[in-house]
């Protein structure tokens, strides 16, 4: 055990640090160590108590001569801590050896404690969710209630982090579960070119249930989490049945992450009989590209076989201007945020005049995304724009006969009106009951 005379220095300027509301969460990890210098003992930690176990959350110092390490469990009927939140031993016990309440334990002996000093941890909403403690092999007769008052504050402070782990916990069950289950659906987009009056493409969105929110949160979650790529095959297996229900010259757009793009290149690589001139595979501003080059590497022989590439909401950040240069897409989807009052506002105009003129150098398609409002509309129309998309021209749907409105229509020679009417139309019971309906 290291020799101490309680406060260390640095511990004021370290609760300072931890006081400051500026600073967001504390960190589970922060306080171990702060704990973990303030008392001087051997080993800090926190634990997540079950019935049948505690999980070690965070450790700092010696926990390898106690056996305890990060994310490694033990039995909760053997510890302290199970014992400590059932109010069987007090908060601090300075000589372990001379305890008839645990000195007789296996814990005591096996792993050689000499004292221990522990607090119950709760979340926000008062259920119990482990314990801080800390252990030394030797007897410490300075341990006192003021340490206990020092580990009782930090528990406090660290409600936040335990109710977000707690979450983040929760989540990656219930998006695990998704994925087994498959309990999810993907609604269509039509992408329509002005011109010809035509669908000459759809896009893919997914659809979660209760308890997810919106898509995009999800699949940032599931980022997160390191469960994209399994989240991302799924929306890509259900999506890719709309390939076969396509007409001559239209595509199925899929909104995928680089990692997930990658992957999906190299299996399609592999096979050389799939049919890849359909797709179009958006990369929105909101992912990270680490090596432009490795994607050129497997996306190169896909695009000469047909696979086409988006940037998605263009405009948005610097990201997305990055993606064009480096990626040279066949679309650039300009973001709803600079189509979204366009008739109105030149500074807009001007900049979706830039895209234009940049997808004029590269040999790319603009694309309106978020168009709503038919001066809009008619705005983008007249700076050149043809290919659009939004809600005023279609919704996101699963409904099949909405759908069949869309795909498989053949453009006219005389350029005459093709397709559904486009006319915004008012949201009613009828239009509710049609967008519920699945897909079969």
Not at 121 to 141: E, F, I, N, Q, W
């Amino acid at each position: 055990m290291t020799s101490r005379s309680r406060p260390l220095h640095g511990t004021t300027m370290d609760m300072r640090e931890l006081l400051n509301p500026d600073r967001g969460r504390v960190g589970l990890d922060r306080v171990v160590e702060l704990t973990n210098r303030h008392l001087g003992l051997d080993v800090v930690y926190i634990a997540e108590l079950t019935e049948a176990r505690h999980l070690y959350r965070a450790v700092a110092g010696d926990g390898a001569s106690f056996n305890i390490a990060v994310d490694e469990c033990s039995s909760s009927r053997a510890g302290y801590c199970s014992r400590l939140v059932a109010g069987e031993i007090p908060n601090l016990i300075a000589d372990a050896g001379a305890d008839e309440r645990v000195a007789d334990l296996p814990m005591t002996r096996n792993a050689s404690i000499g004292s221990f000093i522990g607090v119950p941890l709760r979340l926000s909403d008062g259920t119990l969710y482990g314990t801080l403690c800390a252990l030394s092999h030797t007897p410490d007769p300075t341990l006192d209630e003021r340490d206990v008052h020092f580990l009782s504050m930090l528990g406090e402070l660290i409600v936040d982090d335990l109710d977000e782990q707690r979450r983040q916990e929760r989540l990656r069950s219930d998006i695990l579960e998704l994925i087994e289950t498959e309990n999810l659906d993907v609604a269509y987009q039509p992408i329509i070119d002005l011109r010809s009056d035509r669908c000459i493409g759809i896009e893919a969105l997914a659809r979660f249930a209760e308890p997810f929110q919106k898509p995009d949160e999800t699949l940032l979650a599931a980022r997160k989490l390191g469960l994209s790529l399994e989240l991302e095959r799924l929306v890509v297996r259900h999506a890719w049945k709309m390939l076969p229900r396509l007409g001559r010259g239209q595509f199925l757009a899929l909104n995928l992450s680089p990692d997930a793009l990658v992957e999906l290149a190299r299996r399609a690589n592999l096979r050389e009989s799939l049919r890849v001139d359909h797709l179009v595979v958006e990369i929105t501003e909101h992912t990270v590209v680490d090596s432009y080059v490795d994607l050129h590497r497997e996306l190169g022989p896909l695009r000469q076989r047909g696979l086409r590439i988006a940037v998605d909401d263009a405009g948005a950040g610097y990201a997305s201007l990055r993606h064009v240069l480096e990626l040279r897409p066949d679309f650039i989807k300009v973001d709803r945020s600079l189509i979204h009052g366009i008739a109105n506002d030149h500074a807009r105009r001007v900049a979706v005049s830039a895209f234009l003129s940049l997808a004029l150098d590269l040999g790319s398609q603009v694309v309106a995304e978020g168009v709503e409002q038919p001066d809009d509309l008619a705005a983008v129309r007249e700076l050149g724009l043809h290919v659009v998309q939004g809600y005023l021209l279609g919704r996101p749907t699963t409904c099949r006969d909405a759908l069949a409105e869309w795909i498989g229509s053949e453009p006219r020679p005389d350029g005459a009106h093709q397709g559904p009417d486009r006319t915004p139309r008012r949201t009613g019971s009828a239009d509710t009951r049609r967008l519920a309906a699945p897909i079969s």
